[in-house]
């Protein structure tokens, strides 16, 4: 018997819950602007739900899995958005956010398998439901369609999709041998960072230039934006890993940690064990619960990521976001005045600002 697909959520990230609603926009072509990334929006998601259909009952299920799921479809948006800069939503941008937004799904399925995660958006992650074996030809399928849909757009996204999954992998597998003798830990984190979740936002932000017919010297620009509130969104990520409650993605406190996964509040408080006994033995704790061959005490563990919450670390980790933030907002200088970079600085606000 073939698992179901977990039911149905209608994603929860349309314009306004990525602080792009109505109080943003006060001039009727500023409305009429937001209007057009909802309609958007609301194109892709019809069109992924076929785009990630199969003929084959098995590939049908897991391939929706995640999709179905939900998801805040950030890149999507980010398609959208650049694509006002041009011809705005033609077909050939909706195609090209979806064949994006395809190309994040099938990340996370690979993603989950190596860091042997249990649950992705609120429900278990594919190789809890089907096995490892599955999961990842699942993603690889997906990885598949997204490019079939690009054969169908042409060369300039094919040549895109290459070398951003070529950024994915490497950014995987850095991760996955960490830092060499030599590196410097935290700069090593950030490449990671910007290759493993920065890459495909800078993707999606310039195929919404390339198939608008924008002006192609604003493509530099968003990419810069895209790759560096990337990081930043993926710092925000860091934080929350630490959140003091559950969520509605289902995560346990301090996830990552308990996975073995040097996020930046515990690169920075290995940073300043150096030179503070205090952080020195709150890291010796952290790490004997997370780093042992035998089952951590998950008492001390939870009173141990709770300090970290509350450590100028994890501040630091804030700070550092926001200045990705803002690095991101300076990249947007060449672009003209108007709603699409108004509505970008306030994406990017957003993206920092958020908790889950």
């Not at 018997?1 to 602080?19: D, E, F, K, Q």
């Not at 849909?149 to 994915?168: D, S, W």
């Not at 310039?206 to 990081?231: D, K, L, N």
């Not at 630091?316 to 970008?344: F, Y």
Request: proline share 5%; aromatic share 4%.
């Amino acid at each position: 018997m073939i698992p179901s697909v977990p039911h149905a959520r209608r994603s929860n990230t349309l314009s306004s819950s990525l602080g792009l609603g109505e109080k943003l926009f006060a001039s009727s072509d500023e409305r009429r602007f937001a209007a057009a990334i909802e309609e958007g929006l609301e194109q892709v998601e019809e069109g992924l739900l076929g785009a990630m259909q199969f003929a084959d009952e098995i590939a049908d299920v897991t391939g929706r899995y995640l999709l179905e799921a939900g998801g805040k479809r950030v890149r999507p948006v980010l398609t959208l958005l650049t694509a006002q800069l041009g011809e705005g939503n033609n077909p050939e941008v909706i195609m090209a956010a979806q064949a994006i937004e395809i190309t994040h799904v099938a990340s996370l399925y690979h993603d989950d398998v190596m860091d042997e995660a249990e649950m992705r958006r609120g429900v278990p992650t594919a190789q809890n439901v089907w096995g490892n074996s599955v999961a990842i030809l699942t993603g690889d399928l997906l990885f598949a369609r997204a490019s079939r849909l690009g054969a169908e757009l042409g060369e300039p996204i094919l040549k895109l999709q290459a070398e951003t999954f070529e950024r994915l992998c490497l950014g995987q597998l850095h991760e996955t041998i960490g830092p060499r003798a030599g590196d410097d830990p935290i700069e090593h984190y950030l490449q990671v960072l910007a290759d493993k979740t920065g890459s495909l936002i800078a993707a999606a932000a310039q195929v919404g230039v390339i198939f608008s017919h924008a002006p192609q010297e604003y493509r530099a620009a968003v990419a810069a934006f895209g790759e560096r509130i990337g990081i930043a969104f993926q710092l925000v990520d860091d934080v929350i890993d630490l959140a003091s409650e559950l969520d509605d993605t289902g995560k346990t406190p301090g996830t990552d940690l308990r996975a073995g996964v040097a996020t930046l509040p515990l690169l920075y408080l290995r940073r300043a064990a150096e030179t503070d006994p205090d952080a020195a033995a709150l890291l010796q704790r952290i790490e004997r619960d997370t780093t042992s061959f035998g089952e951590p005490n998950e008492a001390d563990l939870d009173i141990a990521i709770a300090e970290l919450r509350a450590h100028p670390v994890t501040q630091l980790t804030v700070d550092e976001a926001h200045r990705w933030a803002r690095s991101a907002v300076e990249a947007l200088d060449p672009l003209p005045e108007g709603p699409v970079k108004k509505a970008l600085t306030k994406f990017a606000e957003t993206i920092v600002e958020r908790n889950k």
